[in-house]
């Protein structure tokens, strides 16, 4: 079945390292992918949406790829601070026609 | 403050008490979400709502009843609640359904225990 896959394991780094999550997916090829970045109890905040025919997007310290090829986004934050520390979530829409499904999330800890 | 507003943050209830859980955008967004989020579970969708109608219910028991007077606003009225529907209740807008242009924006969520 289509699925998204997170690393449920928390990485942690060490300030001033790029962080480098990933979000694999299933079967359906989407015409989009999104991230969101939660804190603990409070609802995710939209970051960054990748088109399908986009290989790269950024905006500030963040970066987003999409692999079509490979089934896979990257999200990556340069010059990491311990105010990124939160839960990364990739989303998108499973089958055509699906609304957003979220991934788990992958919590990210940034050490000074 | 995010531009949705939930009402209320935390919300503790009786399995036969009735409460309804408030939603409010005024970012002229025309689609509206219902998320449940459960310790180390992902986001489930439970309903959407697009130009207030229903256009989405995600096999939702019927102890959770979604409504949607106008495109501001959301409820989610709730009865005879059991203890495992305890989690973080998220409200969400967005621009265009599925937010394939500005993705979703949510709010702060409340936060349910059922005793």
């Known amino acids: 079945s289509q699925k998204i896959e997170q690393n449920s394991e928390a990485l942690n780094i060490q300030e001033g390292k790029t962080a480098t999550l990933t979000c694999n997916y299933t079967?359906?090829?989407?015409?989009?992918l999104q991230w969101y970045r939660q804190d603990p109890g409070r609802g995710p905040v939209f970051l960054l949406l990748?088109?399908?025919?986009?290989k790269e997007k950024r905006k500030e310290r963040l970066k987003v790829t999409f692999d079509t090829t490979l089934k896979q986004s990257l999200f990556h934050i340069t010059a990491s601070q311990p105010a990124d520390s939160a839960t990364y979530l990739c989303?998108?829409?499973?089958?055509?026609?699906?609304?957003?499904?979220f991934g788990g999330g992958t919590r990210l800890m940034v050490k000074p | 403050e995010t531009g949705v507003t939930q009402t209320p943050r935390h919300l503790v209830m009786g399995m036969t008490n009735k409460k309804s859980l408030k939603c409010e955008q005024h970012?002229?967004?025309?689609?509206m979400y219902w998320y449940k989020q459960s310790a180390k579970k992902p986001l489930e969708l439970m309903f959407v709502?697009?130009?207030?109608?229903?256009?989405e219910n995600n096999s939702v028991p019927s102890r959770f009843s979604p409504e949607c007077p106008n495109s501001s606003h959301l409820f989610l009225h709730l009865h005879t609640l059991q203890p495992e529907d305890s989690a973080l209740y998220l409200c969400?807008?967005?621009?265009?359904?599925?937010?394939?242009?500005?993705?979703?924006?949510f709010g702060s969520g409340t936060r349910l225990t059922v005793v």
């Open positions: 969400a807008s967005s621009q265009d359904l599925r937010g394939r242009v500005d993705g979703y924006t």
């Open positions: 989303a998108l829409p499973l089958w055509a026609g699906n609304m957003l499904t």
């Open positions: 079967n359906y090829s989407p015409a989009y």
């Open positions: 990748i088109r399908e025919n986009e």
């Open positions: 970012l002229g967004h025309n689609a």
């Open positions: 709502y697009s130009l207030e109608e229903r256009v």
